[in-house]
């Protein structure tokens, strides 16, 4: 989609492409945008970076959609920077069908020589997988963890490779034959029942001191518990009693998994 300086939001047939819209799905999946949003808000609240977003109205009575902006564009006609965004199949090789294979390990021995910011990347990576694990999101897969690389004009080399923001995340468990989703990643072994020793274990194997491990957690561990508590949307985006069923069992899920986490 194209939204323009006006506001107007429409195809990008013919203009730019800046924003994604993802709009509601059918058979139990009609509140799929909003648990999406809340998951970006969520990841907000906990210190990570995440794409601007909003839900937006559509015609026809339908639930709301979830718009999301661009964040591997260039900001506008004045912005020289190149950018260049790569999953993390492609790192490692593999087909999009591959999606699901590999540990959080062999992402993070890939991106340990290839960001500009190892130790930063590595600690980002471990929250990244931390908060997944808190929210009960089951599609933290290789195509949906990526770098971003940013070259400056005139030269011959990226001078900035960065772990991307967090996007396309969200609570799976709530949603129908998805109700036992484990991680789509294995870490130290297990895909579930995580606790913070596994987290602990990947982090110094990858390189990172266990202390600052454990803060890294301490940190996100606190910041989603206040993320969790203040978060405030707008009524009329509860759409129908199946919207409002999701929210619930969302907040149920990431409220149990805070508390019991050790």
Known sequence: MFLGENGVLQPATGLPFTHILKPAGTSGFESLPLVEWIGLALARGSGL????????????????????ERFDIRTGPQDTLMLAMEDMCSVLDLEPKDKYTGTIERVARAIRPL????????????????????????EMHLKNMAILKIAYPGEQAFRSVRVAPVYDTLTTRVFPRLEHDRMAL????????????????????????????????????????????????PAQCLYGPHAEA???????????????FD
């Open 49 to 68: 970076e995440v794409p601007d977003n909003a839900l937006v109205a559509m015609p026809d009575g339908l639930p709301p959609a979830l718009l999301v």
């Open 115 to 138: 960001s500009t910011a190892p130790e930063d990347d590595l600690r980002l990576l471990l929250q990244r997988a931390l908060f997944a694990w808190l929210i009960a999101d089951g």
């Open 186 to 233: 294995k870490l130290n072994g297990k895909d579930e029942r995580l606790r913070r020793s596994d987290f602990v274990a990947v982090a110094t194997l990858a390189g990172l001191r266990a202390g600052d491990a454990n803060e890294a957690i301490d940190q996100l561990l606190q910041a989603l518990k206040g993320a969790i508590e203040g978060l405030v949307f």
């Open 246 to 260: 999701a929210v619930a069992k969302v907040f149920e899920l990431c409220r149990g998994r805070v508390e019991s």
